[in-house]
C-alpha cells in the first residue's frame, strides 16, 4: 500500500470464498479525475470467477482493523514510550515503514505531533502529513503515517523522527463510542486491539524518553 509498485503472490486453498482489498497511500495523493488501476491475475486448472463488489462500510472497517492486526504481528517492530500507557511503533515492511499510535489509558486522550526528517531524495511521506498533531482517544490506536521509497535509488539507512506528546483527561462518559461513528480512512481510530493492548501492558512501566 505503501510502496510506488506493489505485487503480492498468494495460493488459495480451494472451496473457500476470498475477499481482496487493494489501496494505496500514494493513490489518494492523485489530482481529481485520475484512476490508480490494478490487476489481479489468476492461474489455476479449474474455472476460478473473480466477481467485483460495492465497497461497503463495514468492509472497509474489518479492513482496516485487520491491517492493524498484521501490522502488530510483525516481529520488525521498534517500539517508544510515548506518555503514561502511550506507545510510538514503527513497522518494516518492504521497502515502507509504518508509525503507529497506541494508546491504552482508559480516561485520556494522547495528544502528538509527528515529524519525519525525509531525506530530499529516495524518501517520501506516502501517507499522514508531516508535522501534523494527532489526537487518540482512549484505548484506541491509529496510523498515522508511512514512509517509502519514491522508486528512485536512496542512499539512506535511517530515518529520523521528533515528537511532542501530551496526555488529557477527558470528561466523556464512553469515549470508545465516538470511534464506531468515525469515517473509514487507513488513518481512523480503532478500538485498541488486544495485540495492542498487551504491547502497551508491557511496556507501561518503561521510562518516558
Known sequence: GAKRISSCEIFLDPNNEYICVPFSCIARQKRHGETSP??????????VQITAVAN????????VYRF?????????????????SGILACFQGQG????????GSS?????????????????????GGNGDTHDIPPRSQRIIAAASGDGKFSAATSLRFSYVSDSVLTTARNPVSTLRASNTTLGMSIELSLQA?????????????
Open 56 to 63: 461497503h462500510e463495514k468492509y472497509s472497517r474489518h479492513a
Open 197 to 209: 493492548d498487551l504491547i502497551v501492558s508491557s511496556m507501561d512501566k518503561a521510562p518516558v524518553s
Open 68 to 84: 492493524h492486526c498484521e501490522l502488530l504481528r510483525s516481529e520488525q517492530k521498534l517500539l517508544y514510550p510515548i506518555a503514561p
Open 96 to 103: 515502507c515503514m509504518y508509525f503507529v499510535c497506541m494508546n
Open 107 to 127: 480516561d485520556r486522550y494522547l495528544s502528538l505531533r509527528f515529524e519525519l526528517a525525509v531525506p530530499p531524495k529516495g524518501i517520501i511521506v506516502a501517507f
Open 38 to 47: 490494478f490487476r489481479i491475475c489468476s492461474y489455476s486448472a479449474a474455472k
